[in-house]
């Protein structure tokens, strides 16, 4: 299984909603990532986990609350959160830190949008 | 500190012509570089990558790149583009060891005409 999947596909939230979004791999990979997307822009990174504890937060607001319950899985807990948040966000894997095998692979992502 | 530059936002070709779509990096050590390519709706799939070992890195889909040092670029080729082709593609960069902290480009947008 090669593949990193994202549910949900599309997402809709008012902004007093908390909702969550899930990703999971099954490749063995010990580094995940969460990044953003806006539209005709590259993604930012947001988190990054690694053997499941966060590594990099790139000064995101707290109304974004990753979570890592194991190797497999990365949620991003969504709450409070405004209209500019509305964007694609995209997961990612690699096999870890460093080396020659950091290479990225990126889940189909959600597109969630704040009303 | 790395960054990426993509020239042009935008590049038109017709099928069947050439693709070239330029990116240039900065960074003070030896980076890791990659191409992704952006489908509407879709996620980010990897075209190819430089890590180390031979400039001349061939990818999915006929696409290919050459590594050149001296000119710190890395541009993205095919010899013959197909519809299927149109998308947007990112450079990126990470350095080797360390957070795996992918720098992209802006992206250029690949228009693909009959």
């Known amino acids: 299984d090669t593949e990193v999947t994202q549910t949900p596909k599309h997402l809709v939230m008012g902004m007093t909603n908390k909702k969550s979004l899930k990703c999971e791999q099954h490749?063995?990979?010990?580094?995940m990532y969460w990044y953003k997307q806006k539209a005709k822009k590259p993604p930012e990174l947001m988190f990054v986990?690694?053997?499941?504890?966060?590594?990099i937060n790139e000064s995101v607001p707290s109304r974004f609350s990753p979570e890592c319950p194991n190797s497999s899985l990365l949620n991003l807990h969504l709450h409070a959160l405004q209209p500019e948040d509305s964007a694609l966000y995209l997961c990612?894997?690699?096999?870890?830190?460093?080396?020659?095998?950091?290479?990225?692979?990126f889940g189909p992502g959600t597109r969630l949008t704040v009303l | 500190a790395q960054s990426v530059t993509q020239l042009g936002s935008h590049v038109s070709v017709s099928e069947g012509a050439l693709v070239l779509l330029r990116c240039n990096y900065s960074?003070?050590?030896?980076?890791?570089l990659f191409w992704y390519v952006q489908y509407p709706n879709q996620g980010l799939q990897l075209l190819l990558k430089?890590?180390?070992?031979?400039?001349l890195v061939k990818g999915i889909n006929g696409f290919e790149a050459e590594f050149k040092k001296s000119e710190t670029s890395f541009h993205l080729t095919k010899p013959s583009a197909h519809m299927s082709d149109a998308a947007e593609y990112f450079c990126?960069?990470?350095?080797?060891?360390?957070?795996?902290?992918?720098?992209f480009g802006a992206g250029t947008r690949l228009a693909v005409h009959p």
């Open positions: 490749m063995g990979h010990r580094a």
């Open positions: 430089y890590t180390t070992g031979a400039t």
């Open positions: 986990y690694s053997y499941e504890k966060l590594s």
């Open positions: 960074s003070s050590v030896p980076p890791y």
């Open positions: 990126a960069v990470t350095l080797s060891g360390g957070y795996n902290k992918l720098i």
């Open positions: 990612a894997s690699s096999h870890g830190q460093g080396g020659s095998y950091n290479e990225q692979f």
